[in-house]
């Protein structure tokens, strides 16, 4: 479906449109100014039109992150959580965790029935599989600090966006279709997504009244606008109506959280990214150790050399994931020895060069599972340097469907990446392990890896993608694709991806990784392949030649949307 002519002229590598001063790509894009590059146009076009009036790269963030909560409601969100990658034009950084957190009534065994059974119902698809939501407080916090426009401005086009409608693309108006009967259950999440009980079509315009009644209250009030008043009290009214547990007062408590990052070297490279409670930033700066110490140039891209060293680096960080990785709020998670380069050295010397190891469940006390791919990423620089990569998520495409009733929002079923309960271990890759049990306030563990990538002080890339635990190994790839195989920043996104996460114990290439031939010698290694469509979803900005910003949307999407001046 083409997208309005008014938004955007090409809808491939382009040069594109002029919405006044800003350039709408649907394509890489190059800027001299600021740039935003995310999951749907007008969301990319509103942040960057916030860079263009002043605001710096924490204000488009925000803007840009309120903006994706109208446009693209399979993930982006007010009622999930995710994180905030900064890095300042001094090199320095921080991050901004909001994370959701389990209500006060949570318990290590709230995801089992009446009888005592695990229930992957209540688990994931229940009011008790709904976290306490973070993003506001997370997008409240980082703007005191770190923002430098009016807050309201940047609540604003979001509002817009769902008073007034905005245009459905071809690709959300088939996502929508796509749960024509799964939202029937949900009253109003199928009064918000259907007309008249029927399916939007390309090029239709939606519009929100709930959703934009709620985002003026957050315009308004700030964190107040959803954490207390009237968006809270509907908020506990439908949980309590749904056999959930969040009330006003866990909402009351909620605070997102600022933390040094996780930092790592490669190459050279400086890596900055998300710290526990993801797990994103500790792998990703593992696996990179245990990479460095190969000539992973040498073997090619995507050659069977290349990704057998990859799959033997995730099998390790994943099964350390399981043992280690949860809230540091909660328990001790061992970073700085994950994330150092002896730890590393001790993992290289049990790869072998042509053979794959075995993923043995008893290292730990489970295994995880896979996951869907729902989630979302965007980057975001202006015009001074400064970087934010931020991820986040309502987990599962449209989270729990569970929109709160005259509020117009979805709520997330994040309390799935909470553990099932204590000791559960399953072949389809549940774990019981101690540290990622739901207790009261704590955080579930994550594996979204918003990263930024340096050098010598300066800004070389901004990365992150969706897609559950393969998140890390698609960051990993687009580090690896630019450091090791000097990629050009469109095709370090759009090169084919794999992912192992140690158990199941086999890789997930995506179609067209390699030849049949080269499978064949990957399978004689020892490694179990399939195949699948599509990995992620890296919605990234580089630093071109002559420091000219580079967005990169990712192919594999096609709403992602470059927009810059
Ligand atoms: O935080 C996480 O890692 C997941 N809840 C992200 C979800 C995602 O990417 C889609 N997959 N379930």
Redesign the pocket.
């Known amino acids: 479906m083409p997208l309005p002519a008014a938004l955007l002229a090409t809808a491939c590598n382009a040069p594109a449109a002029e919405t006044p001063g800003v350039t709408v790509a649907q394509g890489t894009l190059e800027s001299g100014g600021g740039m935003v590059v995310s999951a749907y146009p007008h969301a990319s076009r509103a942040g960057a039109e916030v860079l263009r009036a002043g605001g710096n790269a924490v204000d488009a963030a925000i803007a840009t992150g309120f903006a994706l909560a109208v446009t693209h409601p399979a ?1 982006g969100n007010i009622g999930g959580g ?1 994180f905030m990658v900064i890095r300042f034009p001094d090199g320095s950084s921080t991050v901004m965790d909001f ?1 959701e957190k389990a209500p006060l009534r949570a318990h290590p065994e709230m995801f089992l029935d009446e009888s005592g059974e695990y229930s992957y119902r209540i688990h994931h698809r229940s009011h008790l599989a709904v976290g306490v939501p973070g993003t506001v407080a997370g997008f409240a916090q980082a703007h005191e600090k770190y923002g430098s426009a009016a807050w309201t401005g940047l609540v604003e086009p979001a509002v817009a966006l769902a008073r007034d409608g905005f245009e459905v693309s071809e690709r959300l108006a088939g996502s929508l279709a796509g749960r024509l009967e799964a939202f029937r259950d949900y009253p109003a999440t199928f009064a918000q997504f259907f007309r008249d009980g029927e399916p939007y079509a390309p090029g239709d315009t939606l519009v929100q009244a709930d959703l934009a009644a709620t985002l003026e209250r957050i315009r308004d009030h700030g964190r107040d606008g959803f954490y207390a008043g009237e968006t809270a009290r509907l908020l506990a009214e439908e949980m309590e109506r749904g056999g959930g547990w969040i009330t006003e007062e866990d909402l009351a408590r909620y605070q997102a959280v600022e933390r040094e990052p996780v930092r790592g070297t490669y190459r050279g490279y400086d890596i900055i990214s998300m710290a526990p409670p ?3 930033g500790t792998a990703l700066v593992e696996m990179l150790n245990v990479l460095e110490g190969f000539d992973v140039a040498a073997m090619g891209a995507n050659s069977p050399a290349h990704a057998h060293h990859l799959i033997e680096a995730m099998r390790r960080a994943f099964r350390d994931r399981a043992a280690h990785l949860a809230d540091p709020d909660f328990s001790d998670v061992p970073v700085a020895r994950l994330t150092s380069k002896a730890y590393a050295a001790e993992i290289r010397a049990t790869i072998k060069a042509d053979a794959a190891s075995v993923s043995d469940p008893d290292d730990v006390a489970g295994a995880p599972g896979w ?5 979302t990423h965007y980057s975001v620089v202006d015009a001074d340097g400064l970087a934010v990569s931020v ?1 986040y ?1 309502l ?3 449209y989270g729990s469907y569970i929109t709160v009733p005259g509020a117009g929002f979805l709520l997330n079923n ?1 309390m ?2 909470f553990n099932a309960r204590p000791g559960l271990t399953t072949d389809r890759g549940l774990i019981g392990t101690e540290p990622n049990l739901a207790r009261p306030e704590q955080r ?5 890896t918003p990263t930024i990538l340096a050098r010598d002080g300066e800004l070389v890339a901004v990365v992150g993608s ?6 890390i190994n698609t960051v990993l790839q687009i580090v690896v694709n630019v450091v090791d195989f000097g990629m050009s920043p469109a095709d370090a996104v759009a090169a084919k991806r794999l992912h192992h996460q140690w158990l199941p114990d086999a890789a997930r290439l995506e179609d067209g990784y390699m030849s049949e031939d080269d499978a064949a010698v990957l399978t004689a290694m020892g490694h179990q392949i399939s195949w699948s469509g599509r990995q992620g979803i890296a919605h990234c900005i580089f630093t071109g030649e002559g420091g000219v910003l580079v967005g990169v949307p990712d192919p594999r999407d096609s709403d992602g949307t470059a927009a810059g001046y």
Not at 371 to 375: D, K, L, P, Q
Not at 466 to 471: D, L
Request: hydrophobic letters at 15%; proline letters at 3%.
């Open positions: 993930a995710g994370r993801s797990s994103g996951e869907s791919s729902e989630t991820t998520t987990e599962g495409g994040e799935g990446d579930m563990l994550s594996s979204m969706p897609g559950g635990r393969t998140i």
